[in-house]
T-cell receptor, first 113, second 112 residues
C-alpha cells in the first residue's frame, strides 16, 4: 500500500473548526488531486495540481483550500465555510506523461458534528 | 465542463453471467476513458482504460467499447465471479494532467 498515503484514516471535528487532511506520495508524480466521495455521487473533484506551486479549482472547491509547496505533498484544508464537510476524502496522483492512471490513497473519513 | 452519466446505479447478476455498465459523456474534447473498481473499504483502482483512437479494448474477462460519435462507452465483464462484486466508476478526461470527471458509480453484486 505504499506510494500514496493519507492520514489520518478517521478524523473527527467540531463544527466551526478548520481541519487539514494530509496527502503524501513517493511516486515522483507531477499531478495530484483531491476528491470527495459521498454515497450515490461518485467521486467529485475538489482541487488538482499539475505542478508545484500551482493548483486549479475542481467542481466543488467552495469551502476548501490547498497548497502544493512540495512535489510530494498536497494537503487539503476543510474550512468552516464548507457547509457539509462530513464525507470520505480521497487523494490521488498521476504522472500525466503518456500514462494517465490515477493512483489513489486509502482515504480519510471526516466527521464533523 | 464535462458531464459523465453512468447507468445502472446497481446491478445484480448470477455468477457466470455477463455484466454491462454504460456511460455517456458530454465534452467532445475528452479522449481518455478509464474504469476504476472500488471494493468495499478500499481505494479505487484502475482496471482498464481506452483512448479515443481505439474502439474496443479487452483484458481477459473485461472489455471496454467506445463510440465517439454517440459519446458513450461501456464496460463488459464476462463470466462474472463473486470477487467482481464492487463499485465501478467510469470517467472521462482530456488526458495528461487534465482533470478527470467521474460517473456516479455502479454497485455490482455477483450472486454465487
Amino acid at each position: 500500500d505504499g506510494g500514496i498515503t493519507q492520514s489520518p484514516k478517521y478524523l473527527f471535528r467540531k463544527e466551526g473548526q478548520n481541519v487539514t487532511l494530509s496527502c503524501e506520495q513517493n511516486l515522483n508524480h507531477d499531478a495530484m488531486y483531491w476528491y470527495r466521495q459521498d454515497p450515490g455521487q461518485g467521486l467529485r473533484l475538489i482541487y488538482y495540481s499539475q505542478i508545484v506551486n500551482d493548483f486549479q479549482k475542481g467542481d466543488i472547491a467552495e469551502g476548501y483550500s490547498v497548497s502544493r509547496e512540495k512535489k510530494e505533498s498536497f494537503p487539503l484544508t476543510v474550512t468552516s465555510a464548507q457547509k457539509n464537510p462530513t464525507a470520505f476524502y480521497l487523494c490521488a496522483s498521476s504522472t500525466g506523461q503518456g500514462h494517465y492512471e490515477q493512483y489513489f490513497g486509502p482515504g480519510t473519513r471526516l466527521t464533523v458534528t | 465542463g464535462e458531464n459523465v452519466e453512468q447507468h445502472p446505479s446497481t446491478l445484480s447478476v448470477q455468477e457466470g453471467d455477463s455484466a454491462v455498465i454504460k456511460c455517456t459523456y458530454s465534452d467532445s474534447a475528452s479522449n481518455y476513458f478509464p474504469w476504476y473498481k472500488q471494493e468495499l473499504g478500499k481505494r479505487p483502482q484502475l482496471i482498464i482504460d481506452i483512448r479515443s483512437n481505439v474502439g474496443e479494448k479487452k483484458d481477459q474477462r473485461i472489455a471496454v467499447t467506445l463510440n465517439k460519435t454517440a459519446k458513450h462507452f461501456s464496460l463488459h465483464i464476462t463470466e462474472t465471479q463473486p470477487e467482481d462484486s464492487a463499485v465501478y466508476f467510469c470517467a472521462a478526461s482530456e488526458g495528461g494532467y487534465q482533470k478527470v470527471t467521474f460517473g456516479t458509480g455502479t454497485k455490482l453484486q455477483v450472486i454465487p
